[in-house]
T-cell receptor, first 116, second 110 residues
Framework: NAGVTQTPKFRILKIGQSMTLQCTQD?????MYWYRQDPGMGLKLIYY???????DKGEVPNGYNVSRSTTEDFPLRLELAAPSQTSVYFC???????????????FGPGTRLTVT | GQSLEQPSEVTAVEGAIVQINCTYQ??????LSWYQQHDGGAPTFLSY????GLEETGRFSSFLSRSDSYGYLLLQELQMKDSASYFC???????????FGGGTRVLVKP
């Protein structure tokens, strides 16, 4: 199993450009997440999904959009990129336990995005 | 809301023991997870406390006291490869997501 894969690994955008960060998991996990991590900081949740066709906002959703048409894929769309979106973006997936808990998330390698 | 507080940085020498505390302010928290992240890498899962008490996994142990809204990660017999950032994370029962603390950077010196 490849686990969680993300593309691209690095990207430089100009202000106002748009792009899509790709995320795919092959573990058949229902739950998928997008986080951003600024230097020296923790992980902030952008959007998450509990299954195909279902998405919800996290802590910092402004400037981003997501879709979940399949169990495997969860792309993140940046519209009108701004310097404040310079960050490392991690995609993660997890499976819900029989007790209804989520505690172990599997992370992709990350996408390092610079907006100038 | 939910927030988890951790010290920002800890320095120790090889072979020593380090304890990373995590205090949280939320209601309905069901457990505490710990993740490790090396510089330039992705977070990886270390341990999970579903119940109060101590969980041991090799050199690493994790503790939870829900009555005190407090947990810690204990790193024993420190090795250079343990230099990394460590994050606590928690979520609500039947919830669908985790909230992460700000992370503790552990620097191991020879």
């Amino acid at each position: 199993n490849a686990g969680v894969t993300q593309t691209p690994k690095f990207r430089i955008l100009k202000i106002g450009q748009s792009m899509t960060l790709q995320c795919t998991q092959d573990m058949n996990h229902n739950y998928m997440y997008w986080y951003r991590q600024d230097p020296g900081m923790g992980l902030k949740l952008i959007y998450y999904s509990v299954g195909a066709g279902i998405t919800d906002k996290g802590e910092v959703p402004n400037g981003y959009n997501v879709s979940r048409s399949t169990t495997e894929d969860f792309p993140l769309r940046l519209e009108l990129a701004a310097p404040s979106q310079t960050s490392v973006y991690f995609c993660a997936s997890s499976q819900r336990t029989s007790g209804g808990q989520v505690y172990e998330q599997y992370f992709g390698p990350g996408t390092r995005l610079t907006v100038t | 809301g939910q927030s988890l507080e951790q010290p920002s940085e800890v320095t120790a020498v090889e072979g020593a023991i380090v304890q990373i505390n995590c205090t949280y302010q939320t209601s309905g928290f069901y457990g505490l997870s710990w993740y490790q992240q090396h510089d330039g890498g992705a977070p990886t899962f270390l341990s999970y406390n579903a119940l109060d008490g101590l969980e041991e996994t090799g050199r690493f142990s994790s503790f939870l006291s829900r009555s005190d809204s407090y947990g810690y990660l204990l790193l024993q017999e420190l090795q250079m490869k343990d230099s990394a950032s460590y994050f606590c994370a928690g979520g609500k029962a039947a919830g669908n997501k985790l909230t992460f603390g700000g992370g503790t950077r552990v620097l191991v010196k020879p």
